[in-house]
């Protein structure tokens, strides 16, 4: 696929950490990063990173049961393997929804539990970034020393906040904050599940994408999430220390981070001119 003008080939530097956690022992997050996922549940941690032009990365969080919630996790993964050409990003990302919903509903049926998955993905084409989500992972953009949440919480405290019955500060603390209003695995007779679109942004260099399940928002808030991305100098590694700090923040969950940079060239050319030097 053709970037923007002016764009380095590898103008991305993504970066991937998802991990178990410290209390339990299976994963039931998964990732999406251009065709890669997690396929062994078991690992206690895998990280990878990637430098590319354009992509398709998402973060998914089952539940429903260890191996329930890591199958719909899982299978909401494998169905943006379908995702390829990004030509109608919306559109697209409606039709993997609805593969993963029919596959994960009729597993449901089979079994008699009720098991599901969130997901927040984001497209990058150019510079041109779309974000999606169903269920309450998160999607992040930091610019300037400021981190925007560009997806929406499919949760019943966000719904109470919008419709003005619970203040910004009073969602902190709510008991229904994890409880979701939406997710993958909702049978298509009991409820339309709507995909959120963001706003299309125009990405800028030296900007962060951070895709995440609340494993990590669980542990770190917005302040600490700054503060790491300010600090880091490897952005290969900055997932990874995000969700090391999560854990070690007290994140009780399973811990999923994605980062996109959108890399200066000045910095593309000292990484290149380091290696060169090895």
């Known amino acids: 696929m053709e970037g923007g003008a002016g764009l380095s080939k590898k103008s991305l530097c993504v970066s991937v950490c998802t991990a178990a956690g410290t209390v339990r022992t299976i994963n039931q997050d998964n990732f999406y990063l ?3 996922f997690l396929k062994n549940p078991h690992e206690v941690q895998y990280t990878a990173s990637a430098e590319c032009q354009e992509g398709l990365f998402a973060v998914t969080d089952g539940m429903g049961g260890e191996k329930e919630g890591e199958f719909a996790s899982l299978t909401a993964a494998e169905a943006l393997s379908g ?3 990004y030509k109608a990003p919306y559109e697209e990302m409606c ?6 919903n029919a596959v994960i509903c009729e597993r449901r049926e089979k079994t008699g539990s009720r098991i599901g998955t969130t997901i927040v993905s984001a497209v990058v084409k150019g510079r041109r970034l779309y974000v999606y989500n169903i269920g309450d992972s998160r999607a992040f953009l930091y610019r ?3 981190l925007t949440q560009l ?6 405290t966000a719904s109470l ?3 003005g019955i619970l203040t910004e500060e009073e969602a902190i603390t709510d008991r229904r904050s994890h409880q979701l ?6 049978p298509p007779e009991e409820m339309c599940l709507t995909l959120y679109q963001s706003e299309e942004q125009e990405l800028r260099f030296g900007d962060i994408l951070l895709l995440c399940s609340d494993g990590l928002t669980d542990g770190l808030d917005r302040e600490q999430i700054i503060q790491l991305m300010e600090k880091n100098t490897d952005r290969r590694g900055l997932a990874e220390e995000l969700a ?3 854990m070690k923040g007290g994140s009780k969950d399973n811990v999923t981070a994605l980062t996109v940079y959108f890399q200066h060239e000045s910095w593309l050319r000292r990484l290149r001119s380091g290696r060169a030097q090895k």
């Open 34 to 36: 251009n065709g890669t």
């Open 83 to 85: 995702c390829q050409n």
């Open 95 to 100: 039709a993997c929804v609805e593969r993963a």
């Open 144 to 146: 300037d020393g400021t």
């Open 151 to 156: 997806s929406k919480d499919h949760t019943v």
């Open 161 to 163: 906040v919008e419709a």
């Open 181 to 186: 209003s939406q997710h993958i695995g909702i």
């Open 244 to 246: 090391a700090a999560a």
